[in-house]
């Protein structure tokens, strides 16, 4: 038989050399079929900052604050101008994050404080552990704000379970409750960092907070000296900088998941010394100038290790900011902390719960482009889910929309057709429709402060120091003649001017029906 000029043209050796190559080559691509390479799927990075403003950011109109950094992520991403924190308030925000789920649905209203127990039911589906499933290293580093244990009042000194780590996070380390409250430690997993069994931490009956003069008549906790030494309120932000950079380089090597919730902006506003003085808007401004070279600081990371390319970044706010002590020498100073947007923290309305938001992922979201889609962060849930390919069952972040369109592309018609916005008054709840924002009540719903430098300083009385207009508000309070209710049309009155619930009595009874409907069209468990 006459031999093929190929197989003639092969020496022995020749061959059992490509034979060689072709059984490493088919090895090679029956272990990347079995196991994806970390290129194939995304990192995500979720920036979950606290207090952070409409008008917080250079990006979004500011003038007396310099935020190079989050405004360079804009210039290379995607920028939203309707998005929302479904929660006006922290903690229920960052339940509406996690499960997908309207906090309202569990009579979720207010913050998580020192002896309160995890919110979160663990059987609950969440980003961390939807992520996990997807083969996803999971970590969240920052503020938690969401309860530990079972048990009220939680036991500081034992093993801080369930936690994080029942939701579905590899690692968590940061600031358990929030950066004005007790109990000033660090956690780590389940553990208190730098406890020591002949200190414990030890409830007090009552103590004045470490930077107000006024008592708020919370419970305190003492002991725990070593505990407490390791908590330095200028080098927090630094501290759980560094954890989401050595984080990042330790599984840099695999698909990651990292939610990093900063303590920047809460008060009581303590950057770092090389920060102080540096804004043109006090204290505040400069607590913002540290969480810009924070986030600076991750981008780096990013793109030094090679994973900018292929990571989503996605920065945005739990609410929006609060006209506290410091934020009311911000505003004396020039610097509007919600832009022009009616309202603060806590509140229904506009400044209360619209936000930064902010995406970048190289070659899929258009650089430097702006998206007036209407979104939210319970939005989180599906929109990953999306991104990583997994259905959700119906049970499974029921309040939550797929936003990977919004962040990729330009849709045709909008993706969420209403959205539920709880804010700390339960009579307040409310409801967007397209243009309308509808309120079943008078005033803003949040903190009733009525004294300018009263640190819960807010709705009507706010304006005696704002000066802004709101055709229900007189002196600084609310009129005798004003609605009953409030109804807006954002589309021609985004700073909420002008109340037109007398002039469009359908339309507000339409969003009440709307409302209810909405809250009961889906079951839910803790």
Request: hydrophobic content about 35%; overall charge neutral.
């Amino acid at each position: 038989m006459t031999q093929s000029p190929m197989n003639s043209s092969l020496k022995p050796y020749g061959r059992y050399t490509l034979i060689t190559l072709l059984l490493l080559g088919i090895c090679y691509f029956q272990a990347a079929a079995q196991q994806k390479m970390p290129s194939e799927k995304p990192n995500v990075v979720l920036i979950n900052v606290d207090d952070l403003g409409y008008g917080d950011v250079g990006c979004y109109g500011a003038t007396q604050v310099k935020t190079p950094h989050i405004d360079r992520l804009a210039q290379q991403g995607r920028k939203f101008m309707d998005a929302h924190s479904a929660s006006a308030v922290c903690s229920p925000s960052r339940y509406a994050l996690m499960t997908g789920q309207y906090p309202s649905r569990i009579n979720f209203w207010f913050p998580v404080f020192l002896k309160d127990t995890l919110v979160l039911d663990t059987a609950r589906m969440t980003v961390a552990r939807l992520m996990k499933e997807a083969g996803y290293a999971t970590a969240a580093i920052g503020k938690w704000h969401l309860g530990f244990g079972k048990s009220y009042p939680v036991d500081w000194n034992k093993a801080l379970k369930p936690g994080p780590l029942e939701l579905g996070f590899d690692y968590y380390f940061g600031v358990p409750v929030l950066n004005s409250h007790p109990p000033f430690v660090f956690v780590e997993n389940h553990t208190v960092v730098g406890l020591t069994s002949d200190d414990p931490l030890v409830y007090e009956e009552q103590a004045e907070t470490r930077y107000f003069p006024e008592k708020f008549g919370m419970e305190a906790i003492g002991g725990g000296r070593a505990a407490h030494f390791l908590f330095d309120d200028r080098t927090v932000g630094t501290t759980l900088k560094d954890k989401a950079i050595d984080w990042i380089k330790a599984h840099k090597q695999e698909p990651f998941f990292l939610y990093f919730a900063t303590t920047n902006i809460h008060h009581p506003f303590t950057p770092a010394p090389r920060f102080i003085g540096t804004s043109e808007a006090g204290r505040y401004g400069d607590f913002i100038h540290e969480l810009d070279w924070m986030i600076g600081e991750v981008l780096a990371t990013l793109e030094e290790e090679g994973l900018a390319n292929n990571t989503l970044v996605i920065l945005t706010s739990d609410n929006g900011g609060m006209l506290n002590q410091g934020g009311q020498d911000a505003w004396k100073a020039g610097h509007k902390l919600n832009s022009d947007l009616l309202g603060f923290k806590f509140g229904a309305w506009e400044g209360g719960h619209r936000v930064p938001f902010i995406a970048r992922w190289p070659g899929k979201i258009p650089a430097g482009t702006t998206s007036n889609e209407l979104l939210s962060n319970v939005d989180f849930l599906a929109t990953l889910a999306a991104l990583v390919e997994r259905p959700l069952a119906a049970n499974e972040g029921p309040d939550s929309y797929n936003m990977l369109p919004a962040l990729t592309g330009s849709p045709q018609t909008p993706i969420r057709d209403h959205l539920v916005i709880s804010p700390s008054q339960q009579t307040h709840l409310s409801i967007r429709k397209g243009k309308w924002m509808y309120i079943p009540a008078q005033g803003e719903g949040g903190f009733t402060g009525t004294k300018i430098g009263e640190h819960s300083l807010a709705g009507a009385a706010a304006h005696l120091l704002t000066g802004q207009l709101n055709s229900d508000v007189r002196n600084g309070k609310i009129k005798e003649e004003a609605p009953p209710a409030q109804l807006y049309n954002l589309e021609t009155d985004p700073t909420q001017k002008k109340n037109v619930y007398r002039k469009h009595p359908d339309i507000a009874e339409q969003l009440e029906v709307l409302l209810k409907e909405t809250l009961q069209s889906a079951t839910s468990k803790k």
